[in-house]
């Protein structure tokens, strides 16, 4: 079965547990450039798979940064497939289209994805998306609990992470009743979110002094409307692994709707995180460049000089305003 886009049947929650319930060796699979939710979303699917007596491995194409190492099932998280070992099916978490999963060789078995992202591209064989949701992990939260399966403290955790980091801590708009909901529910049976938020924010040096070089690149367009930062080549050297993060600088900046981070990639290309504070769709403004994500998150990637790359997308972002 191939991962070309555009193939998936759509998908509701029961059809989802029968795919786990009916295969028995799982890989499961996120985002490259991983966040919370996509190492939550994965190790929470690992954790209640073995769980079953089922076999589970998860792959990331890049390591899990430090700040999500609290939750101990991502210490299992690997950069390649594992050799010698055969799966009966793959579970893609978190992952809107199949190149953001990274470039691996992926056995030619039957796929599910469990997604939030509207711009999901249905690559997998069947797509539970549940578009309005924070985050991934709220949809997997919401579907273990279904399954009547206890889960574990680890499990919970991941959850817990998944749903926090996406949903900013429970302060962007897609925080919802439901999202809520789960995160009260896994607290509830051993989550732990002092525990969680305290290695989410605390901070190396080194970004101390990154958060301080991209504060000093902030410009701003359209009366204040627009704010651009950048983590040139020395501001990733220093905390690129949290590169992410930093699209807080110009998305908080007052009277900022549109905001967006360039994060150097390599000579002339750039990876560039857009964010919106109440109504630009920043999914379609990535589309235009070939991103996607969320209405008040998303990315995309530019090629170019940064100068130029620049002045295209505050020219393109002029017109969500
Ligand atoms: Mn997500």
Redesign the pocket.
């Known amino acids: 079965m191939s991962l070309k886009p555009g193939h998936a049947i759509s998908i509701g929650m029961d059809e989802a547990i029968h795919f786990i319930q009916g295969h028995q060796s799982f890989l499961v699979v996120g985002h490259h450039h991983p966040d919370g ?2 190492i939550g979303s994965i190790c929470a699917l690992h954790n209640v798979i073995r769980s079953m007596g089922k076999e589970a491995d998860m792959i990331l194409a890049d390591p899990v940064p430090e700040a999500y190492t609290t939750i101990e099932a991502a210490s299992k998280i690997t950069t390649e497939i594992p050799k010698g070992k055969t799966y009966d099916a793959l579970i893609f978490a ?1 992952l809107a289209n199949i190149e953001r999963a990274g470039d691996f060789d992926f056995p030619d078995v039957p796929s599910l994805c469990i997604d ?1 992202h509207e711009t999901n591209e249905g690559y997998a064989d069947f797509l539970y998306l549940k578009g309005e949701y924070a ?2 992990a709220e949809v997997v939260a919401e579907m273990l609990f279904a399954m009547g399966i206890s889960l574990d403290k680890d499990t919970c955790n991941a959850l817990y992470m998944g749903i926090a980091t ?1 949903s900013g801590f429970f302060k962007f708009s897609c925080t919802s009743a439901n999202t809520l909901l789960m995160a009260s529910q896994l607290v509830k049976l051993g989550a732990e979110p002092a525990y969680i938020s305290a290695k989410i924010d605390e901070k190396t040096e080194e970004a101390m002094k990154c958060h301080q070089r991209v504060v000093e690149t902030l410009k701003t367009y359209e009366k204040g409307q627009i704010a651009i930062a950048c983590m040139d080549e020395k501001a990733m050297a220093l905390d690129g692994e949290n590169a992410d993060s930093y699209a807080s600088i110009p998305r908080c900046l007052k009277g900022v709707e549109i905001a967006g981070l360039f994060k150097y990639e390599g000579e002339n290309s750039y990876r560039i995180s857009l964010r919106s504070v109440r109504y630009a769709n920043v999914a379609k403004l990535a589309g235009e460049f070939g991103g996607g994500g969320h209405a008040r998150a998303a990315g995309c990637k530019m090629k170019g000089t940064f100068e130029d790359c620049r002045s295209r997308l505050v020219e393109a972002m002029a017109r969500y305003l």
């Open positions: 939710d996509a978190d939030h985050a991934a996406d």
